[in-house]
């Protein structure tokens, strides 16, 4: 566990341990739930589809491709105790390929349109 105050910034930083040094990540999803279980009744979405929810996220310079830095200010649940469980989705690309997931950014999938 790790502790903080409501509104208190959270820094979080993911490594790729890898010896390719052409891979980098790519903070695909990630939501705060108030129970351990990978469920996404009650979740709140800080990124989805690489497109970010919360105001207060933000990306951090790195050095590194294979080194992501982000951070969001810290909350409660409501009516919950006051412990947030995160699940993060990273996805792995090469570096320089302009096809990968890693180079698409944010992808906002548009509604399927109703048949006649």
Known sequence: ???VSINQNLFL???L???DPSLQL???????????????????T???NGCVKDPTYATYYSPY??????KF?????IRSNPVVYLQCELVVCRA???SSRCYQGCVKRSKREESS
């Open 73 to 77: 200010n810290a909350f409660q649940f």
């Open 96 to 98: 320089f390929d302009y």
């Open 26 to 44: 790519f903070l695909h999803t990630c939501e705060a739930s108030p129970t351990p279980h990978n469920s996404t009744t009650g979740a709140y």
């Open 17 to 19: 341990h890898s010896s």
């Open 46 to 48: 800080i990124v989805k």
């Open 65 to 70: 491709r294979h080194i992501l830095r982000f």
């Open 1 to 3: 566990p790790y502790y």
């Open 13 to 15: 930083e993911a490594s």
